[in-house]
């Protein structure tokens, strides 16, 4: 089954696609709360197209994790954004990830602003687990129990503010913060089983276009882990929760601009700017796209003064 949420005649609804139709369910349903309640779908209502409805991302996360599963994007991430060759011995211990803004989340076809103060713009092609069960210090083999769906995932980034800001060592910070694709729906996990392959990994192409032209293909199944792997990962001494969203990590061979920097040494292709259309497919799931729009300009904050030498008295 495929669920979205979206704006209808000035409403905000959910509902079950089906083609090119969605089928509402009853007014006040809510995405979130209907998997928190893991009770039955309601009975929905009559058809709308798609054509006449705005997808929202489907939920509102409580949290978003983002990892950085695939080999091949840290090597030409890396190259790119602190100079450095390979990939770290670290990356390989355990599938590591950072917290990113559950309050950004950006419709399907909904334009993004550049982020203030930023020239390297970069999109992030991903997919996301949704949890549909709480739980936490789980095994990889009941973390398959817990993932509710998948969905398309756009980690939006500002190149620039995150390569200065990585310096100080705390990991992405406005760099990341500004804007992410949620969408176009939820697939429930079980539409998915048939592309599993037999190393438990999920055989999706991927395919990243800017303005009409690919830029990157890749496939999921070329993940360092599995998702049941990044869940329970993420439940050690922690509980996830329903709703909360698992980042993949971007995808290689083209995943984002910043690894093909990276690899031909130049900023080719160039940064996105206003106008250009970044549209993102994955098998079985579907496409979003969004049109870059100009941002705000930043508001000037001050260097940090020296440490002021005054004595404790």
Known sequence: MRLATYLHEGARRCGAVEGDRVLPFPDGTDLLALIASGSA????????????????????PPSVRDFVAFEEHVEGVRKAVDGASGVPDAWYDAPTFYFSNPHAMVGAHDDVPVPPGCRDLDFELEVAAVIGRAGADLSP?????????????????????????????????????????LGPWIVTADELEP??????????????????????????SNMGWPFEDLLAYASRGARLRPGDVLGSGTCGNGGCLAELWGRRGAQDPPPLKPGDTVTLTVEGIGAVSNTIVPGAAPVPIPRARKRPRNALR
């Open 195 to 220: 592309y599993r392959d037999a190393d438990g990994f999920l055989r999706l192409g991927l395919t990243a276009e800017v303005n009409g032209e690919v830029v990157g293909r890749d496939l999921l």
């Open 141 to 181: 083999e009941r973390a398959r129990q817990h993932v509710f769906g998948y969905t398309v995932f756009n980690d939006w980034s500002a190149r620039d503010l995150q390569s200065r800001e990585m310096r100080v060592g705390l990991g992405p910070c406005k760099g990341k913060d500004f804007a992410t694709t």
């Open 41 to 60: 779908f309601p009975a929905a209502g009559a058809a709308v197209p798609l054509a006449d409805v705005r997808l929202l991302p489907p939920i509102e």
